[in-house]
T-cell receptor, first 112, second 114 residues
Framework: GQQLNQSPQSMFIQEGEDVSMNCTSS?????WLWYKQDPGEGPVLLIA?????ELTSNGRLTAQFGITRKDSFLNISASIPSDVGIYFC????????????FGTGTRLQVTL | GAGVSQTPSNKVTEKGKYVELRCDPI?????LYWYRQSLGQGPEFLIY????????DSGLPNDRFFAVRPEGSVSTLKIQRTERGDSAVYLC????????????FGPGTRLTVL
């Protein structure tokens, strides 16, 4: 099935650094979501975006819904060790009966 | 607990066998979804239930895969004649209603087909 393209695929950063990752699609989505997945767990919703151009924050996380509706960005400020995990974007269209299309994931590792 | 639960957490089976994977959604959530996550990939949609009926089963890879939700709560994903390529983590998610895009995921069942 279709998977959205996420970059970077993985990244190593130092504690306290800011992190940026993005997600692109060949098709338009009406809703973008960002999830975090820890080993052995299911994805946990971080941020949901419902409007093109929307910028939404959740604590140290900030995400944007691209104007073209084909991309989204996630920023994490002042990273801490518990930010380690895999971050997935997911897109949704109202015509697809609530099916989420996920990205390939960005693996984040934070060093002290 | 209040979250989505899945059993078993791990299942090892032999090629050709039949397996059932169970999902208990969050109480009161009418929509239930199954996804499959292969190693190093994001989850891929399999099937979606609204109440007892399968509203969208377009993600099921073939007719060896089937899912039910007879009472509109617990769901069972059934795989017949398992193949090695079926090895993956099977994730279940639920949401309050299909119009709510915020899906809450369970921890998954890791299926290994030998």
């Amino acid at each position: 099935g279709q998977q959205l393209n996420q970059s970077p695929q993985s990244m190593f950063i130092q504690e306290g650094e800011d992190v940026s990752m993005n997600c692109t699609s060949s098709s338009i989505f009406n809703t973008w979501l960002w999830y975090k997945q820890d080993p052995g767990e299911g994805p946990v919703l971080l941020i949901a975006l419902y409007k093109a151009g929307e910028l939404t924050s959740n604590g140290r996380l900030t995400a944007q819904f691209g104007i073209t509706r084909k991309d989204s960005f996630l920023n994490i400020s002042a990273s801490i060790p518990s930010d380690v995990g895999i971050y997935f974007c997911a897109g949704h269209n109202t015509g697809t009966a609530s099916k989420l299309t996920f990205g390939t994931g960005t693996r984040l590792q934070v060093t002290l | 607990g209040a979250g989505v639960s899945q059993t078993p957490s791990n299942k090892v089976t032999e090629k050709g066998k039949y397996v059932e994977l169970r999902c208990d959604p969050i109480s009161g959530h009418t929509a239930l979804y199954w996804y499959r996550q292969s190693l190093g990939q994001g989850p891929e949609f399999l099937i979606y239930f609204q109440g007892t009926g399968a509203a969208d089963d377009s993600g099921l890879p073939n007719d060896r895969f089937f899912a039910v939700r007879p009472e509109g709560s617990v769901s069972t994903l059934k795989i017949q004649r398992t193949e090695r390529g079926d090895s993956a983590v099977y994730l279940c998610a639920s949401s309050f209603s299909p119009g709510t895009h915020e899906q809450f995921f369970g921890p998954g069942t890791r299926l290994t087909v030998l």
